[in-house]
């Protein structure tokens, strides 16, 4: 305890040089747990902002180089036939081919332009869910994304008109809110009953087919048998799973996560070399009490201690303030980047200040061993001689 | 304290000691093939021109370094075998050190400069008391004991010193030039105290360069060159 006491004293003594390497230890601290709630928090973000299901593969239409690749698919589609094939490769699995377009609406007297996917009605409650009136029923009735119904104030039982002319469909349900979907992206689009959409706009193939996996299991092998059907001579469709693209995405992100939060530790090391500083001068003036102390009978380990004692306060005094100044750093990076502070009070994030406050002590004592191992190594003779 | 020794026993013995510092400009050799016998209860005064190696036989007889050649032993124990650590627990046990410069401390009070030997052994029941006990028999008075070491003359520094050097109740006093820094009289109410010291049992070696401080002693060694003359 009297190692601990000196040690104390020591730092009250030289309280400037000690302060400035607190205020280094609290900037590091601050900058690894903003930087790193700040990352979680995007990446929180962004997995929420995207449908998290993992059930679904999407087929599309293959563009191949030589066929260029602006344009959504080059007039390339999915024909009856490769979905019969996609069909019996899916077996039990539900296989959803889908048309997609776009046309012009008009609510009230305003003209705009909105996508358009049709498909089976008994397909919708299978793909999509609903917030109000009911699902699409085969004949004319519409569904309509939540953005879009929100933005024109649509309710179910009211009409739209499509296309330039006087056809006019009425509202039948309006679908919950979806994210951004890597199969299709209905917040801002009309679902239609496929015999219509086949009527309005010529029979022709199938633009995607969605299918989903009952168990998850079976994603590979469905895939597997997907791609075997139809692209065994050439690529003739893209398959590909969202879990394997959510996954891709999320790792980008926890990626660039990282990279913030490891530019974060730089300062930290920057503050962990300023206390290398302030204990090697400590070590040094103090040549002549570790002499006393050991003429004493402090053994080589005691030394140490207390030097190590003088790290660690420095490194608790620097961590414990940086912790509680990284809520208000990590809310003002979070707020600035994001606009939001939603996902700051999350457990995932939070625990970022825990891992900067871990990383301020332990480089505080990392920099606090080479200067007490200097200490204790001294000769106690010439440290007695030292004046 | 312990009753006066009967039967002298040598409780220092250097059996032909070597001491070299290797130096850049060249090896230093500090004692030269000195052989040295102190019976325990000895009041010794070390005497002789300044280089000659008086400072490293204390220190060596300290236990704060290891003889280059030869033994020494201590209270029955050969050191040069001895690690690091057993070395210091050696020194932590048996030996009090008195210094020219006091070596207190500054960053702690008087009492907590006399208590601090006796933390390094774990703080024994009754330390407090023990504290008081001998600075009291150094002759301070508790007005003083919360102040800062350089809050005080060098008189009541070495005083402290020596208080110091008894909490552990050691068998062996070891003081280098202990008046070196103070007035005459001081020094001499510190004599005093040291040859009070022997009396009550302790084994004391003092080195001093004024003959009239030799004098408290009951035998004086003159080294010359690094040997006993
Ligand atoms: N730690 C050391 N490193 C190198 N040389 C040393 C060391 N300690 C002492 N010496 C040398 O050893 C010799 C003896 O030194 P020592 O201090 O023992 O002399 P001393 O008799 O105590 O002298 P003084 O009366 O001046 O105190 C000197 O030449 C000194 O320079
Ligand atoms: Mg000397």
């Not at chain 1, 000690?18 to 280094?24: D, E, F, P, R």
């Not at chain 1, 973000?45 to 698919?73: E, K, M």
């Not at chain 1, 085969?138 to 739209?160: H, W």
């Not at chain 2, 007035?183 to 040291?194: K, N, Q």
Request: proline share 4%; charged share 20%; hydrophobic share 45%.
């Amino acid at each position: 305890m009297i190692l601990f006491d000196l040690a104390r004293r020591n730092i009250r003594l030289h309280w400037l040089r000690s302060l400035l390497a607190v205020v280094g230890i609290i900037i590091g601290v601050v900058a690894i747990s903003s930087m790193g709630m700040l990352g979680n928090s995007l990446v929180l973000s962004i997995s929420d902002s995207l449908t998290s299901v993992g059930d679904t593969i999407v087929v599309s239409p293959h563009v191949s180089s030589a066929q260029g690749s602006f344009g959504s698919s080059g007039g390339l589609r999915i024909t009856e036939r490769q979905v019969e094939e996609i069909r019996r490769a899916a077996g039990a699995n539900t296989v959803i081919p889908l048309r997609t377009g776009a046309d012009r609406i008009t609510v009230g007297n305003e003209a705009k332009t909105a996508a358009l996917y049709a498909m089976d009605p008994a397909d919708v409650p299978v793909l999509l869910e609903k917030e109000g009136g009911i699902y699409l029923r085969y004949g004319s009735g519409v569904m309509v994304g939540k953005k879009l119904a929100e933005e024109n104030d649509l309710k179910v039982g009211e009409t739209i008109g499509i296309g330039t002319g006087d056809e006019r469909a009425r509202i039948v349900g309006i679908l919950k809110e979806r994210g951004i979907g890597f199969d299709i992206n209905p917040d801002y689009a009309l679902v239609v009953p496929d015999t219509w959409f086949a009527s309005r706009y010529g029979e022709r193939d199938y633009d995607q087919v969605i299918i989903k996996v009952r168990n998850l299991e079976d994603i590979d092998g469905v895939k597997a048998a997907v791609d075997d059907k139809l692209n065994r001579r050439e690529q003739v469709v893209n398959v590909l799973d969202t879990r394997k693209v959510l996954s891709t995405i999320i790792d980008a992100f926890n990626q660039i996560s990282t990279f913030t939060t490891a530019i974060g530790g730089i300062s930290l090391v920057v503050a962990g070399i300023s206390i290398l500083n302030v204990m090697l001068m400590s070590v040094t003036e103090r040549t002549k009490e570790i002499g006393i102390i050991r003429s004493l009978g402090a053994k080589r380990g005691e030394v140490m201690r207390i030097f190590l004692s003088e790290a660690l306060i420095l490194g608790l005094l620097g961590s414990a303030i940086g912790g509680a100044l990284s809520l208000a750093g990590g809310y003002l990076a979070v707020n600035v980047m994001l606009q939001s502070t939603k996902y700051l009070f999350e457990a995932s994030t939070l625990v970022y200040i825990l891992y900067g406050v871990a990383f301020g002590i332990g480089v505080s004592l990392l920099s606090g061993i080479y200067p007490a191992w200097k200490a204790a190594m001294m000769n106690p003779i010439e440290a007695l001689r030292f004046e | 304290m312990s009753p006066p020794v009967t039967d002298p026993y040598p409780i220092i013995r250097l059996e032909d000691v070597t001491k070299v510092y290797p130096m850049p400009a060249g090896d230093v050799l500090a004692l030269d093939h000195l052989s040295l016998d102190v019976m325990a209860g000895e009041f010794i005064a070390i005497m002789g021109p300044s280089g000659s190696g008086k400072s490293t036989l204390l220190n060596l007889i300290g236990c704060l370094d290891v003889p280059t050649t030869g033994e020494i032993v201590i209270s029955g124990r050969p050191v040069r075998s001895l690690s690091d650590d057993d070395l210091t627990t050696l020194r932590r046990d048996n030996i009090g050190f008195v210094f020219q410069t006091f070596n207190l401390i500054p960053l702690l009070s008087v009492l907590e400069n006399v208590e601090f030997p006796l933390l390094l052994r774990g703080r024994p029941a009754g330390s407090r008391e023990r504290c008081t006990e001998v600075l009291g028999a150094v002759g301070l008075t508790p007005d003083l004991f919360t102040h800062r070491p350089s809050e005080l003359s060098g008189g009541q520094q070495q005083r402290v010193a020596i208080a110091r050097a008894l909490v552990n109740d050691p068998g062996i006093l070891l003081c280098d030039e202990p008046t070196g820094n103070l007035d005459t009289r001081t020094g001499d109410t510190i004599m005093a105290l040291l040859g009070a010291l022997n009396r009550q049992g302790k084994t004391i070696l003092l080195v001093t360069h004024d003959p009239r401080i030799a004098g408290f002693a009951s035998r004086t060694i003159r080294i010359v060159d690094g040997s006993v003359a």
